[in-house]
Nanobody, 122 residues
Framework: QVQLVESGGGLVQAGGSLRLSCAAS????????LGWFRQAPGKERDLVAA????????YYADSVKGRFTISRDNAKNTVELQMNSLKPEDTATYYC???????????????WGQGTQVTVSS
């Protein structure tokens, strides 16, 4: 089992920045990739960014490229999402998630955090 706890959400004006953090515990040695998903009311949960164990491979959704940066500290078992130039459409609940699969780390996540709210005002 893996436990994930997010922190760092909040309310920010458009153009501002927020940094989300996620701490993993439990069987962290089996985690291949860590990702951040988001879900707005009435919409599906989408992958925003992900990073593999080594940190050598990252994924970003087109909507956040150039604005968001994902990073990982394996020694501390944490993953962070730096969000800059925030837009009202970034408003959502953000979830940290862990993938155990090196084959399908862009699509399959087995463990989830409880979510943290990010609200961007215009």
């Amino acid at each position: 089992q893996v436990q994930l706890v997010e922190s760092g959400g909040g309310l920010v004006q458009a153009g501002g920045s927020l940094r989300l953090s996620c701490a993993a515990s439990g069987r962290t040695f089996s985690i291949y990739a860590l990702g951040w998903f988001r879900q707005a009311p009435g919409k599906e949960r989408d992958l925003v960014a992900a990073i593999t164990r080594s940190g050598g491979t990252t994924y970003y959704a087109d909507s956040v490229k150039g604005r968001f940066t994902i990073s990982r500290d394996n020694a501390k078992n944490t993953v962070e999402l730096q969000m800059n130039s925030l837009k009202p459409e970034d408003t959502a609940t953000y979830y940290c998630a862990a993938s155990m699969s090196w084959l399908s780390w862009r699509t399959t996540y087995e463990y989830w955090g409880q979510g943290t709210q990010v609200t961007v005002s215009s």
